[in-house]
């Protein structure tokens, strides 16, 4: 007797066990219980086993025959998942491209977050996984040797990147954790886990800069060959690069027009748009002191959303209705996160703002941000999926995540708010239109970096041109775009999903008001097209074609 709807649900939940198992990190990410005292093995031959498993799950759940239209999409998504991560794998690209952003070393200290800190069992699990850091480090440290033995490399900017990262986590970053959890000094051993990690993050920041920076690459772009396959898994639709580029360049030249238009209504007509940010950032009026009061006010944000919201445009459940707001630990990148609630709830959808060492903040450029974190951006989409239970597979809710829908829907939503009149306030306009600048400004140097295109100066996309861009014509603070190129270059293909996916929501939508008249309800609408829950832009776009209302 069978607990499952459907076979292909039964090994969607199959598969998520497993991977929890063979991934500790995973467990803990899920709210799998039992594996929060150990971490992962980065390893080749670690890796191959898991890739040997997605293939035998693979086969099987071809074979299945779906029961009806819900399992039809759960077996598409699956599949069209478990395929690109064997691409990604079979190519060596999983293994050579990482950045300060998406890397062994950020996932570490990342999931140390997720983890309980009250009570002997909590804090014995984190200095059993501190004390594992190093082996984990090493085994990483085993694949990047046998990709260099095989001729492949990362660039000497990421492995750079990472090194640095290595050095901020092992300069007193989980000491200063596990004081934070043990201020009293009640746990020695914690402390001396800590001093361990530290250790053995500094021994591995000093290999990369000594002895993998020399040899790795010195060209900062992958490459047209490599990035297409990665722009293929972060959006899940068949792209014309040349076609994208060209479309963002326009745009951003009508969003930097919107600026100018924002900008005279604070008096600042005459004024670059470097120089209207900088008023901004300065001006007294959106001004917060201090980290305390800074996530105060983003938890009150999103309360008011919830509020503004709830019963109009979304259905909101009860259970998801509350995201937590925290401080990103040092050595994260510069842009803000979220990470979705467990699969029991028990954890809350969390957002995390990362301070740069910052204490003052001004929220013209966040408001926009924190409808894009919270709700109803990546909260209200990754925590309605977590509840869709008998909808959506136990690997649809937790682990099908694609950036193009994804943030594509993130960014739509900092839109739709946008339509509501949220940013009537100039200031909080400019920062709406700076994160649309942001967006379409990552199209053009992310493919003209790694596709080697021409800058608007006749010269090659370049570190130095992309942050020009970024801070002149997206109103970027320059350490953060500092960060954002090292992101973009390090994560081929992911910059791009934003907008892109932006634009097939907005498509989707405005074809079902087209097609269905004065039958189109957008309530409906949104809450249908969220309950579907993740899948690639190219299926996405063939299903909500098929929605009546």
């Known amino acids: 007797m069978t607990t499952h709807r459907s076979e292909i649900f039964a090994i969607s939940d199959e598969y998520i066990d497993t991977l929890g198992r063979m991934s500790p990190m995973n467990a803990t990410a899920l709210g799998i219980p039992g594996y929060d005292h150990l971490l992962d093995d980065l390893s080749v031959a670690s890796e191959t086993k898991a890739a040997d498993y997605r293939r035998d799950v693979l086969n099987r759940v071809k074979a299945m025959e779906p029961i009806d239209e819900i399992d039809r999409i ?62 984990a480090l090493e085994s990483w440290k085993s694949a990047i040797e046998d990709m260099n033995s095989l001729g492949k490399g990362t660039s000497r900017r990421q492995v750079l990147g990472v090194a ?12 200063d954790m596990a004081k934070s959890i043990d201020g009293e000094g009640k746990y020695p051993d914690l402390h001396t886990a800590a001093q361990n990690a530290q250790a053995a993050c500094l021994s591995m920041a000093a290999w990369m800069k000594d002895v993998h920076a020399p040899r790795s690459l010195d060209v900062d772009g992958v490459g047209a060959e490599r990035y297409a396959p990665w722009a293929r898994y972060f959006t899940g639709a068949d792209l014309d690069l040349r076609a994208t580029y060209e479309w963002a360049v326009e745009d951003l030249n009508q969003i930097n ?34 980290e305390e009061n800074l996530l105060a006010k983003l938890i009150e944000f999103t309360e008011e959303a919830v509020a503004k919201l709830d019963g109009v445009y979304f259905d909101i459940d009860p259970r998801i209705k509350f995201c937590d707001a925290r401080i990103a630990p040092e050595g994260s990148a510069a842009a803000p996160y979220y990470m979705p609630p467990s699969e029991d709830l028990s954890r809350p959808g969390t957002t995390w703002y990362p301070t740069l060492g910052h204490t003052r903040f001004n929220f013209w450029h966040i408001a926009s941000t924190w409808y894009h974190e919270a709700v109803p951006g990546h909260h209200l989409q990754c925590a309605t999926a977590t509840i869709e239970k008998d909808r959506l597979t136990r690997f649809q809710r937790t682990e099908a995540w694609i950036s193009g829908y994804g943030e594509g829907w993130a960014l739509y939503a900092e839109r739709f708010m946008d339509e509501l009149g949220a940013f009537e306030d100039p200031a909080y306009e400019l920062g709406y239109l700076s994160g649309q600048a942001m967006r379409a400004a990552r199209i053009i140097v992310d493919i003209g970096m790694h596709c080697g295109y021409e800058d608007f100066d006749g010269n090659v996309w370049n570190a130095q041109s992309a942050f020009d861009l970024m801070v ?29 996916g932006e634009r097939v929501w907005v498509r989707a939508r405005e074809d079902a008001k087209k097609r269905l008249g004065d039958k189109f309800d957008i309530k409906a609408w949104h809450n249908y097209a969220l309950k579907i829950g993740p899948m690639g832009l190219d299926p996405f776009e063939r299903e909500m074609a098929a929605y009546q209302g």
Not at 93 to 109: C, D, H, K, L
Not at 166 to 175: C, P
Not at 260 to 284: F, H, N, P, T
Request: aromatic share 8%; charged share 25%; proline share 4%.
């Open 164 to 175: 640095d990262q290595l050095t901020v986590h092992g300069s007193g970053g989980y000491a």
């Open 472 to 500: 002149n014509r997206a109103l970027l603070a320059p350490d953060f775009a500092k960060s954002e190129i090292d992101r973009y270059l390090g994560w081929p293909g992911q910059a791009i999903s934003y907008k892109v």
């Open 74 to 135: 759960a077996k598409e998504v699956l599949i069209e998942r478990v395929e690109a991560s064997l691409k990604l794998f079979d190519s060596k690209e999983s293994f050579i491209t990482y950045g300060p952003i998406a890397n062994p070393v950020s996932g570490i200290r990342s999931i140390f977050t997720l983890m309980p800190t009250e009570g002997d069992e909590a804090v014995s699990n984190i200095t059993s996984r501190l004390n594992a850091i190093g082996a």
């Open 257 to 290: 027009a919107r600026m100018y238009r924002a900008a005279d209504k604070l008096g600042l007509s005459g004024k670059s748009l470097k120089e209207v940010a900088e008023y901004c950032e300065d001006a007294e009026l959106h001004r917060i002191d201090g």
